[in-house]
């Protein structure tokens, strides 16, 4: 069994910096994949980026070149720095992970989920 703990959300203005945490717990067998997804009220859940264990990364366009993940496999954490914050990245953001398979977004291959951390960009 695999738990994962969201942290590091909060309210930025537009233009600002948030770096969002996720402690995993649990045992990691084989190769896997942790993401980063994001849910707003009435829409389906969306890939912000995701990185394999060998460090290869993916991100949704959306947020290319203001997004950064990153993981510490040594102390299961992994995190998400998000600069140049806009009002639309305003969500709940939820870290996940998946055992086996490719790099990717796709919402339905990930296993485990956390229970997510609100993060509310004003304009």
């Known amino acids: 069994q695999v738990q994962l703990v969201e942290s590091g959300g909060g309210s930025v203005q537009a233009g600002g910096s948030l770096r969002l945490s996720c402690a995993a717990f649990?045992?990691?067998?084989?190769?896997?994949?942790m993401g980063w997804f994001r849910q707003t009220l009435g829409q389906e859940r969306e890939g912000v980026g995701a990185i394999a264990d060998d460090g290869r990364t993916t991100y949704a366009d959306s947020v290319k070149g203001r997004f950064t993940i990153s993981q510490d496999n040594a102390k299961n954490t992994l995190e998400l720095q998000m600069s140049s914050l806009k009002p639309e990245d305003t969500a709940m953001y939820y870290c996940?992970?998946?055992?086996?398979?490719?790099?990717?977004?796709?919402?339905?291959?990930?296993?485990?989920w956390g229970q997510g951390t609100q993060v509310t960009v004003s304009s």
């Open positions: 649990g045992y990691f067998y084989g190769s896997h994949y």
């Open positions: 996940a992970v998946r055992f086996g398979g490719y790099l990717g977004l796709r919402v339905t291959e990930f296993d485990y």
